[in-house]
């Protein structure tokens, strides 16, 4: 997880099309200047964060159906709930799965699991759209291929 | 059985918190109601899944940008309900 740079999944587990169902793993690391104002001697990553690495995840799944030539954009989310804290040095387990494929938008049900326990979980929505640029398109392929996106499943840049 | 504008209209009742008796037939999603493309996702996304079909919502969004339709053609409810009919008649032929 780079917190900094809001990269906020670091692998991808797994990933299936046909069960509509993708994994990745993200460690929360153990220093961060968020930490500094979230909380003073009670370090938790923020709430907004663990939504944003569900939405992230989910975003992995939407691309493969996709195939890359559209890009989702987070619209809408439901029934978020977080659960427990999210403490420095846990390893995440990040759970997407796909809902509803509707025209011009997909929902996915998601959540965060550390060690077998949920820790939060949300539904997301998110509109779909043309990428913006190019640039923006090729810079997407190259973090996929980064975060181990089925390589089967990544087209060439360009 | 409740009719495609029953189900529809308890639809956007429920979630978009507008009382069941302000929706009627005659109403405009957009104008009348209020919701906007945000709400109408929600929207979408039930319909589509209470009726087993594909609301065509770029399609139809499309036309109306491009001045190939208006917007009372899909969104006044009771020809919504026509257009949701007709999916389910394709999706059943």
Redesign the interface.
């Given at each position: 997880m780079q917190i900094e740079v809001f990269i906020l999944v670091d692998r991808i587990r797994s990933l299936s099309i046909e069960d509509g169902l993708v994994q990745c793993d993200s460690a929360v690391p153990v220093d961060s200047s968020i930490y500094l104002g979230h909380f003073p001697g009670h370090p938790i990553l923020p709430g907004v964060l663990l939504i944003e690495s569900m939405a992230q995840t989910a975003g992995w799944l939407i691309l493969a159906h996709t195939k890359f030539e559209r890009f989702p954009f987070l619209?809408?989310v439901?029934e978020a709930k977080l659960r427990d804290f999210v403490t420095p040095g846990m390893q995440l387990l990040l759970e997407a799965r796909l809902l509803?494929?509707?025209?011009?938008?997909f929902?996915t049900s998601n959540r965060v699991l550390v060690d077998g326990k949920v820790k939060c979980e949300a539904e997301t929505?998110f509109?779909v759209m043309p990428f913006p640029s190019p640039v923006f398109r090729e810079n997407v392929i190259a973090q996929a291929r980064r975060v181990g996106f089925p390589a089967e499943l990544v087209p060439n840049a360009g | 059985m409740s009719t495609t504008f029953d189900t529809v209209a308890n639809i956007i009742s429920e979630t978009c918190d507008i009382p069941r008796e302000n929706i009627k037939p005659e109403s405009h999603a957009i104008d009348d109601l209020g919701i906007d493309s945000?709400d109408f996702?929600?929207i979408?996304?039930a319909i589509?899944?209470a009726f087993g079909i594909?609301?065509?919502?770029?399609?139809w969004?499309q036309e109306v940008n491009e001045g190939k339709a208006t917007t009372e053609q899909y969104f006044v409810l009771q020809n919504l309900c026509a257009r949701i009919d007709e999916l389910k008649a394709a999706k059943g032929a």
């Open positions: 619209s809408i439901n509803h494929e509707g025209s011009g938008f929902k929505t509109r | 945000l996702l929600d979408a996304f589509d899944k594909k609301l065509p919502l770029e399609q969004t």
